[in-house]
């Protein structure tokens, strides 16, 4: 009964510590402290790390490294926490209004709940089906496919949500819809030509990165791997386009995307099943349903606010994803030195891509003009 308290008590910590964390420490970027935000995103890694190694040491239960999981994100939200306290207000008679009332629950944070839902549905759902169908082993050897690229797109749009998000969110701060409206197209055209040569690096890789993150044994899932890539590009993508709902807070319409495709994967789940198809399968399901909520997702935004892309920009983009693919394909490798290189040879082509296409864009030149409270206090 001790024990199962313990794990009760570190658990729910670990969840209150860890939303903190999670909206402190971003908070100090939305406010132009970059520096700030990555030394804090560090420490609570790293004192996470120590202090778990230590009480691993002392007890080997998953409780104690839960407890020193608990010691990083107190080291990260702390201090961000003092930070913010000491950010100035931005104008001395700041009025107060009340931060979450009923309308804002009803209209706002309901139907973004509803779409979180449904969005992890799609994205997780699946392993239930998976599992009941064609059991453990083939979901294990899914799942280790879909992870890898979930996990390199999730440091992409960690990257972007550090860079760029908090100058399009200062833009809809504006009372002007046209210029909220134009700002969502500048964010739009600096993101997705960003995802293109990505993508083009992610499919690339993506045998590379499941020897080096996994183990040369698991070297035949870098097909589920590569399908994984493009499912995730596709979210990511849809991510981007429904930050127009942001514009007029209609979250509702987040819903209907991700709704269109829970019933679209469903569909064709209950296809493979009838069908008794291999596991392979799955993935281009999930893709197929992914692909659904983009175009739903377009169609639904484009009413909020219409897509005006920069089409050279695009092209150059994909032009250069293309040729990341192509000149990965062209390297061969036979052991955990040869991949990394890849990696590292992949990585920097495509970081000079990334530049070289952003220094041509003049919605990322317009958008990173614009000057967080921070910087405007700085002089920035």
Same mark, same amino acid.
């Given at each position: ?64 490294? @839960?407890? $020193?999981?608990?010691?990083?994100? *107190?080291?990260?939200? /702390?201090?961000? #926490?003092?930070? !913010? +306290? ?111 040569? @990505?993508? $083009?690096?992610?499919?690339?890789? *993506?045998?590379?990165? /499941?020897?080096? #993150?996994?183990? !040369? +044994? ?163």
């Amino acid at each position: 009964m001790a024990n199962q308290l313990g794990i009760a008590v570190v658990l729910s910590l670990t969840v209150w510590l860890g939303t903190w964390n999670a909206t402190l420490v971003p908070m100090l970027n939305m406010l132009g402290h970059r520096a700030g935000t990555a030394a804090l995103s560090m420490l609570t890694v790293a004192a996470g790390l120590v202090m778990s190694a230590l009480l691993i040491n002392w007890q080997a239960q998953a409780t104690f490294w @839960l407890a $020193g999981q608990l010691v990083g994100l *107190a080291c990260g939200a /702390l201090p961000a #926490l003092h930070m !913010l +306290r000491r950010e100035e207000p931005t104008t001395p008679t700041a009025v107060r209004s009340a931060f979450l009332d009923r309308t804002t629950l009803q209209h706002y944070c309901l139907p973004l709940a509803m779409a979180t839902g449904l969005m992890w549905l799609l994205g997780s759902g699946y392993r239930f089906f998976v599992d009941a169908v064609w059991g453990a082993r083939d979901l294990g050897l899914l799942v280790l496919g879909l992870a890898v690229a979930a996990q390199f797109w999730a440091i992409i749009e960690n990257v972007a949500g550090q860079v760029v998000y908090p100058k399009y969110y200062c833009c809809l701060s504006r009372e002007n819809d046209t210029d909220k409206r134009n700002a969502f197209n500048q964010m739009v055209n600096v993101v997705i030509p960003s995802y293109l040569i @990505l993508l $083009g690096l992610g499919l690339a890789t *993506a045998p590379h990165l /499941l020897v080096v #993150l996994a183990d !040369l +044994r698991f070297a035949n899932a870098s097909q589920l791997c590569s399908i994984a890539m493009l499912i995730e590009a596709m979210r990511a993508t849809t991510n981007v386009i429904t930050q127009a709902a942001q514009i007029e807070r209609k979250t509702a319409s987040m819903i209907f995307p991700y709704l269109v495709g829970v019933v679209s994967a469903v569909i064709g789940f209950g296809v493979l099943y009838l069908m008794k198809a291999t596991v392979i399968w799955v993935p281009w399901i999930l893709a197929f349903a992914m692909l659904c909520v983009l175009v739903t997702a377009v169609y639904k935004m484009h009413q909020i606010a219409p897509i005006y892309p920069d089409r050279k920009n695009w092209l150059l983009a994909l032009l250069a994803g293309l040729i990341v693919i192509l000149l990965t394909f062209s390297l061969q490798a036979s052991s955990m030195a040869g991949h990394i290189s890849v990696l590292f040879i992949s990585g920097t082509l495509s970081l000079c891509a990334l530049l070289w296409v952003q220094k041509r864009s003049k919605a990322f030149h317009a958008l990173m003009a614009v000057r967080l409270p921070a910087e405007r206090s700085q002089g920035i």
